[in-house]
T-cell receptor, first 113, second 111 residues
């Protein structure tokens, strides 16, 4: 499989719990993005990595959210003390440096109950 | 005003019809324009992208950009039931690493 891979595909968690999602980008892509998509809306940018460096974070990314890309390959997105408003599809995308084409994974659908 | 406006109203068309979708934008810095297709409960799939004003064709799909009017369109000719999906416009510019998306248009092609 040469596409962007996300795990898990679905996650149901109780309010207040921590969750972590993983994204494996297309292997030669050095740029990695996280977006959040709620029902009836387009994806909203959360954060961006070039290799292992996190270069941009949206104001949507509260202190409860943290993202890492320790070796410049896969990335994790952690949400601490989840709230019902965190329920959404979390999408990961990757691209080559210098390219405007971003390729998305299938997303992780989070439901906070 | 949002950077990208896309009327999210669902669109139902009979098979074989032309589907016409559009987005407007307010940020004149946008330099490249994309259309993504998203099937239910799946991630967005890049359909077409363009950098300049004018038309770009790819099979049954035509993307149109009018930078002077800040308006982009996607046309789908000879629509098929398999085209039933949500279509998202997205825009970006060099030096900025995020895409700004519209809300998406749900399209249903009726056999």
């Amino acid at each position: 499989d040469t596409g962007v891979s996300q795990d898990p595909r679905h996650k149901i968690t109780k309010r207040g719990q921590n969750v972590t999602f993983r994204c494996d980008p297309i292997s030669e892509h050095n740029r990695l993005y996280w977006y959040r998509q709620t029902l009836g809306q387009g994806p909203e940018f959360l954060t961006y990595f070039q290799n292992e460096a996190q270069l941009e974070k949206s104001r949507l990314l509260s202190d409860r959210f943290s993202a890492e890309r320790p070796k410049g390959s896969f990335s994790t997105l952690e949400i601490q003390r989840t709230e019902q408003g965190d329920s959404a599809m979390y999408l990961c995308a990757s691209s080559l440096q210098g390219s405007t084409e971003a390729f998305f994974g299938q997303g992780t659908r989070l439901t906070v109950v | 005003q949002k950077e990208v406006e896309q009327d999210p109203g669902p669109l139902s068309v009979p098979e074989g019809a032309i589907v016409s979708l559009n987005c407007t934008y307010s940020n004149s810095a946008f330099q490249y324009f994309m259309w993504y297709r998203q099937y239910s409960r799946k991630g967005p799939e890049l359909l077409m992208y363009t950098y300049s004003s004018g038309n770009k064709e790819d099979g049954r799909f035509t993307a149109q950009v009018d930078k002077s009017s800040k308006y982009i369109s996607l046309f789908i000719r000879d629509s098929q039931p398999s085209d039933s999906a949500t279509y998202l416009c997205a825009m970006g510019y060099y030096g900025n690493n995020r895409l700004a998306f519209g809300k998406g248009n749900q399209v249903v092609v009726i056999p």
